[in-house]
């Protein structure tokens, strides 16, 4: 391992510009970008989550390495305002980017102000991230309108309340609460990439294909990625913490362990759980091996070091062994090899920089590591998908859902399931109005409601539908759709619509019963992993 890393450190100066370039470099189609921008956003704001943390930690206990863990995040922040400027322009970004830097600034200062016992500060703090979480779902709402400001704004607060969630836990010593918030933080942020990725891809369809984030295949490429990404950043802090010999060590490794266990359920749902018990006790064994050669660092014992970097190539053969051995006809351990090697060698290039005190070089050796994991997943899911194209489709797959209701009548089958309603179907001057949330929820889409506006907004198979209370319009896409001139209504605190306008903005067909007063709605539905 230590022979190697003359070599890795070149090839870490190309990945270095991994995530900014990935979507640009590789999307040959629509559906392509489409599948690249959801991974590009997943990768960003994952790595602002945990990066922050870890900032916000290190400006509260004073580290050395605290103003390179802060430049660290900017850089973050800079690549999520490139990943604006080439969907959106320099205007978008121009907005974005102080926007966000404040945001993030005002987290910082949060720790600094509990660092100094400040209350006050603090809680001004506090206030000023409140403002901000108001801004930037303003600006979302802006950028992405049926997203809906409102749950834009609850988004962004949820975000920040498990930021400050885990650096309240870390400063009150309760350890194992600071990272279980700080993994829930991290999902939080993949999962609102992947709204703000459809929404985007919805808003230009003449560049993005949003089939191509909603496919089986993208599902476990997205999965993988977040979870490699998680380990790589997970590991770097507790190797960090090993070489501090701080007292929060052993939650941070638990934490390592935990992402361990979802990698290797992630590989039993493809596997099996034999496999995936294999792929754990082989997995384990090489995050075991990253902290053995933390503690050796930060002892200073060479021998041990040694040891444990000889112990990692042999950890990375056995698993690079155990894909080979699983997908014998696709997959390709000398490349997955070469992945795991150049990976452990940024890690362990960071390490040592940290221990002698190189920050800003060790930090862009861990920014490095994370960018490595999206090429193994990449490369991964590919195999997988190869071995398994009926599991793994890189097209959307598709499962007709008949929904069947009768006016009157507090209850709609699906497929044959029955399922209660708190209000019916009604007739009302010659026009039906189904309720659309749990009709449309049945029919596989997705529902929010817009408080602010009285507006219902639905998401299905890349597409976005919004209906506003009172009007007797859809916006479909960002396209204006009628039918039959009847509005939008609420009964009993439920949004009822027209199934006429439902069937033209969804494009699901409705047939309605001559004398029974039944009501079929059929739909075509993406199946997701």
Sequence with gaps: MMRLKGKLALLGLCLVLLLPCAAGAQAGSAREAAAELRI??????????????????????????????AVLLGKNTERLAATLRSTYGEEAAKTFEPLWSSYVEALLNYAQAAAAGEETARTQAANGLEAYDKELALFWAR?????GAAGLEEGMKRHTDLMLQSFDAYTDKNDAAAYKAMREAYA????????LAAGMAAQSPDRFDASGMKTRKADLRAALGRLLGEHALTAAFAMQKSIDGASDFDQAAAALNRNAEDLAAAVASVYGETAGASFHTAWTSRTRYILDYAKAAASKDESARTIAAGNLEKAQAELAQFFADANPQHGSKPELLNGLTTQIGQMTMALDHNALGEYATAYDRMETAYAQMSPIADLLAQEISDQYPDRFPDAPASVQKTVTMQ??????????????MDVSPALREGVVYIPLRVVAE?????????????????????????????????????????????PTVMQDGRVMVPIDILGEATGWKAELGKDDGSIRLTTTVEERF
């Design 40 to 69: 590009r956003l997943d990768a960003l704001l994952g790595e602002h989550a945990l990066l922050a943390v870890s900032a916000m930690q290190k400006r509260y206990d004073g580290a050395a390495d605290h103003q390179q863990a």
């Design 143 to 147: 950028l992405l309108p049926d997203l």
């Design 188 to 195: 939080n942020a993949v999962a609102s990439a992947d709204l």
């Design 407 to 420: 006016i009157g009548v507090k209850e709609l089958t699906v497929n044959g399931q029955t399922i209660r």
């Design 442 to 486: 049945a029919a596989g889409a997705t529902v929010t409601w817009d408080a602010a506006t009285s507006t219902t907004r639905l998401a299905w198979s890349g597409n976005q539908a919004s209906f506003p209370a009172g009007s007797d319009q859809a916006e479909v896409n960002g396209r204006k759709k009628s039918a039959g001139g009847a």
